[in-house]
């Protein structure tokens, strides 16, 4: 079944501590984005691609860094967290059509940093 | 850069309709969308606009008025399922297509 995957769903570490945040589809899209989305207030985007080794920073300016090794896997990485950086991020993609863009949204990750 | 207003919170009783209105500025508009989020899960698409006019899906129906830069989302016949957070998000042909989005509006739905 086509879906778009997080991992992990929550997580709680240590200020200082190097994280990786997940995120896979399957739905064989070119484009996929990263959010950062605060309880209760918008959606901020924080990354996006467009492709196999493309990455770009999106609107809010974040501390987190991206890669695009494969169409199918775009993780985020923290080198320190910082309690700041208690967010939830949501993952989606978005196929690559000059019209319309509907984007797949993962369940996301809920990141608490002490 | 782009900007959306929506109302933050909307209650209403099953059955109801509901209007939440989305005005948005920005540069070379493409089109409007709407997401629904229930209690910060993952969003999901309803709607899309690029033309002016109503697109029914459903209860739901989503208006656009190019010219006065104004959209809104219609829930008719309200079901408790519907409480959740409604996004309207527009893009831009002038921000490589990336989806912007508003504050979000809550919908309660009470018995």
């Known amino acids: 079944e086509a879906d778009i995957y997080q991992t992990p769903r929550y997580l709680v570490i240590g200020t200082g501590k190097k994280i990786t945040l997940e995120c896979s589809q399957t739905m064989g899209h070119d484009k996929m984005y990263w959010y950062q989305q605060d309880p209760g207030m918008e959606l901020h985007l924080i990354h996006y691609?467009?492709?196999?080794?493309?990455?770009e920073k999106g609107d809010l300016s974040s501390e987190s860094t991206v890669s695009r090794i494969r169409t199918e896997h775009f993780p985020l990485t923290l080198e320190s967290a910082r309690p700041s950086h208690t967010s939830q991020y949501l993952c989606a993609s978005s196929e690559s059509s000059g019209g319309y863009n509907e984007q797949f949204f993962g369940p996301g990750t809920r990141l608490t940093v002490l | 850069g782009q900007s959306l207003e929506q109302p933050s919170e909307v209650t209403a009783v099953e059955g109801a309709i509901v209007q939440i209105n989305c005005t948005y500025q920005?540069?070379?508009?493409?089109?409007l969308s709407w997401y629904q989020q229930h209690d910060g899960g993952a969003p999901t698409f309803l709607s899309y606009n690029a033309l002016d006019g109503l697109e029914e899906t459903g209860r739901f129906s989503s208006f656009l008025s190019r010219s006065d830069s104004y959209g809104y989302l219609l829930l008719q016949e309200l079901q408790m399922k519907d409480s959740a957070s409604y996004f309207c998000?527009?893009?831009?042909?002038?921000?490589?297509?990336?989806?912007?989005f508003g504050a979000g509006t809550t919908v309660t739905v009470r018995a």
């Open positions: 998000a527009v893009r831009s042909t002038t921000n490589d297509y990336k989806l912007s």
């Open positions: 920005t540069s070379g508009f493409y089109g």
């Open positions: 691609s467009y492709g196999v080794n493309s990455t």
